[in-house]
Structures are given as structure tokens and as C-alpha cells.
């Protein structure tokens, strides 16, 4: 029962749902984002990020994700994604201060 939980649940698996080369990160791949399994279980607990996104430590402990606005129009697919994720500039990575400072508008997830 375990496995069989690991292998349909387990963040770092392998699983077919995810984009791999995205180190440190799971992201959903745009094919499986309507798979009514992933929809079901995995969506609703994922935050929908861009590659620079970042994390904040919020009390009582909760993790929520920051990040950009908005990337622009440019739709990057599943391998451009992984590797934008890869090549990111940790200056451009959002943080709590860039958001305090005015050069991120909140919308953490």
C-alpha cells in the first residue's frame, strides 16, 4: 500500500505528470494539467508559478509562493519551462523584500 501511494503521490517519483530537470521543483506538464488524477489530487495543491518564482516562510509555518505578475505573452512549453527554471537569474527570483520594496506586485499562492 505504501508503494502504491509513493508512486501516485510522491512529490520526487518520477511521476509522468512531471516536467523533469526542474531540480529542488516539481512543476505539472501542460499535458497532464487536465488528467482528471492530477486535476484531482495534485492541481489544488500546486501553486501556479513562472520560473522565478520564490518562497516565503509564513507563520505557523506554511510555505507560499511569490512571484511576477506577469511573464508576458510568450507561452514557454514543458522543456523551455525546465530549462528557464534552470538557467534563472537568482537576482530575478522573487523575494519578501523585492515585494516590501515595491518591485514585485503581491500575488503569492
Known sequence: MGAIIENQFGAYGGQP????????AQFIKRDFEAVPFV????VPLSGFVG????????P?????????????DEVLDDAA??????D?????????PMIEDGLVEE???
Not at 17 to 24: A, L, M
Not at 88 to 96: A, F, L, S
Open 107 to 109: 500575488h503569492g499562492s
Open 81 to 86: 519551462f525546465a530549462k528557464a527554471y534552470r
Open 39 to 42: 486535476m484531482t489530487y495534485i
Open 51 to 58: 520560473p522565478e518564482f520564490g518562497t516565503d516562510l509564513q
Open 17 to 24: 505528470w512531471f516536467i523533469p530537470g526542474t531540480p529542488g
Open 60 to 72: 505557523p509555518g506554511s510555505w507560499v509562493h511569490l512571484d511576477y505578475h506577469d511573464y508576458g
Open 88 to 96: 534563472r537569474d537568482p537576482e530575478k527570483v522573487v523575494t519578501r
